[in-house]
């Protein structure tokens, strides 16, 4: 064998040169940093997608408890306003954080083993800190005759905690008048409004997603009835 055949034979045989590895240590690395992107993606849509069915979980729930509440509404005229549908307009971090208070016979967002649970009773809803700080939608029942503000001090019940996920309320009336939807308080307590839009919010654990909105309009059968009574049955609308 001739030396020149031999100097072939070993430049043939020689490893890869040191440019050779960097470039293939670059490219793993590209191949494994989109690989690692496309993983972290799809964990990320993965949780937000859970987190979007448990906030609708949480949201349908609220809505339709609340829905079933309002439409057992109970109302009797009386000086003492003891059957007051009472609504106060306010915010809490940011988002619209309304109290609704008013007299139903539903069970709807009542804790288990209460007292209250199958009778009517005056149910108020509103947006308060919980436990860990953070604004959730909490529930408080009273006998139904007895007033508000002496219940809550002699009817000592702890607020039932109904959502940490809504964490924001707020309840809009229709105005006949204008004929569009009012932000206003309800003034005139010792009635029922007729037809309202619930709205609910229920915020995301990550504070740079907006929160889901669910919105339903809602017309209360006794305020209804209490209409086509003062109409007449001559004069009843449709």
Known sequence: MTLKTQNLKLKTARGFTLLELMVAMVILTI???IAFQAFSGTIRAWKRGTEVIESIKHGHFSMTQLAN???STIYFFNGRKSYAFKLKKDTFSGLPAD???FVTASSAFMPEGSPL??????LKL???DDDRGNPALFSTAFPAIANEEDAEEEYD???????RAVQGLEILLYDEELEDWTTDAWENENSIPERLMI???VASENEKEEPIVFTRILEIPVAQSLDAKLLGPTNVKK
Not at 117 to 122: A, L, M, N, S, Y
Not at 157 to 163: I, R
Request: without cysteine; proline residues 7%; negative net charge.
């Open 69 to 71: 509440a309002l439409n």
């Open 99 to 101: 109290t609704l208070s």
């Open 31 to 33: 191949a494994m940093s």
């Open 199 to 201: 709205i609910i919010y």
């Open 117 to 122: 649970q199958h009778g009517p009773h005056r």
């Open 126 to 128: 509103y947006i308060a």
């Open 157 to 163: 019940e702890d607020p039932h905690l109904v959502s």
